[in-house]
């Protein structure tokens, strides 16, 4: 239960995010060369692969494994390795970034760039400690089942 708690307060905290991204945005001054049929094609590029990769990465991971269900021991059978975890280990911080970058290009403002800098900087920090700790329950859990097929 506890895990679906999480996810809807991370969900609902991702909504507030976009919210406020999306205001700060409509405050910042447009630049002409974001302004052109070229950059709109771009932008909507970027938006739906970001959607897809964030998308397709919820689908393959379920409720649990898109919202840390493994912090509450609701571990995977086996990684994901199909789409799209064989294009990037990270498909929705990638995915998210994408759709960030594509949302300033497509308003035509420069200073989505930065904002999206920005998010990016946090999704990596945030990789810095969930990769190791993920790795390290798996590796365990894997440990505790050899050790379990040695006794049987």
Request: glycine share 8%; with cysteine; hydrophobic share 45%.
């Amino acid at each position: 239960m506890a895990c679906y708690a999480l996810a809807v307060t991370i969900f609902s905290l991702g909504i507030f995010r976009d919210i406020l991204y999306g205001r700060a945005l409509h405050q910042q001054p447009s630049h002409p060369l974001l302004e052109t049929q070229a950059s709109n094609y771009v932008a909507y590029g970027l938006i739906a692969a970001g959607n897809v990769l964030v998308l397709s990465s919820m689908w393959a991971l379920g409720i649990t494994g898109t919202y840390l269900g493994d912090y509450f021991g609701i571990l995977m059978d086996d990684v994901v390795t199909s789409f799209p975890f064989n294009v990037t280990d990270a498909p929705m911080y990638y995915g998210s970034t994408m759709s960030f970058l594509g949302t300033a290009v497509l308003l035509g403002k420069p200073a989505g760039f930065l904002l999206t800098l920005e998010v990016l900087t946090v999704y990596m920090v945030a990789l810095s400690y969930e990769d190791p700790f993920t790795s390290q329950i798996y590796a365990k859990r894997e440990e505790e089942r050899e050790a379990g097929k040695k006794t049987s």
